[in-house]
């Protein structure tokens, strides 16, 4: 079994396993396997009940995590059986965490449209502009920051426990991928994607 110290030793070459026991997570402050790819208070876009779990830590100001999101939204409705989980990890500063505030209020209904309108946008954000992209896609605005202060809690605490993850993992910015339970530092193009997600279940096969 891999102590904190090992994982990251060996997911700074690529990948790591994450199975650690419950024990040692809590005696660790680190987080299990059930926190990190189950996050209830998370949406799950893609096939909820998927055998393959995609988690991807990214920030609405990451060039890199928008110019690959169409490419990954591409492999999970090709494959049909992923659940993906995005996990806001806003490292950009206060825009970004406006952001993620923004879309994570809409996990009633509208998350997925709320994201995609962000991730379409082409550069770095400012407040006014994240607000116009949304009100482009047809929100309205007044109703999203009450829907936010309604949910502050829930959200606020999403953020953090995104940023203990990202952090308990060694990974060194967005975007940075779990694909089953082992770690990827960086881009994943269609083809690394595939891969990982073909030997996460060759392995569970074994």
Not at 11 to 39: C, I, K, T
Not at 62 to 83: A, I, S, T
Not at 88 to 107: E, K, Y
């Amino acid at each position: 079994m891999l102590n904190r110290r090992q994982l990251l030793t060996a997911s700074a070459a690529g990948a790591a396993a994450l199975a650690l026991p419950a024990s040692f997570a809590s005696a660790q402050n680190y987080p299990s396997v059930e926190e990190v790819l189950f996050d209830a208070e998370i949406p799950v876009l893609g096939n909820p009940k998927g055998d393959v779990t995609i988690i991807e830590y990214f920030d609405y100001q990451c060039p890199y995590c928008k110019r690959g999101h169409p490419e990954l939204m591409k492999v999970v409705k090709k494959d049909g059986n992923v659940r993906l989980v995005m996990k806001d990890w806003p490292i950009f500063g206060a825009s970004s965490v406006h952001a993620a505030s923004m879309v994570l209020a809409q996990a009633g209904g509208d998350y997925e449209k709320a994201m995609d309108a962000l991730m379409a946008t082409p550069a770095r954000l400012t407040n006014k502009q994240i607000d116009a992209a949304l009100k482009g896609a047809g929100f309205v605005l007044a109703a999203m920051q009450a829907a936010f202060k309604k949910d502050q809690k829930r959200i606020d605490g999403i953020l953090a426990r995104n940023m203990d993850q990202a952090t308990a993992f060694g990974f060194g910015g967005t975007p940075s991928f779990i694909v089953g339970t082992k770690l990827f530092h960086g881009v994943m193009e269609e083809k690394a994607l595939t891969a990982a997600i073909a030997e996460t279940r060759a392995g569970r096969a074994s």
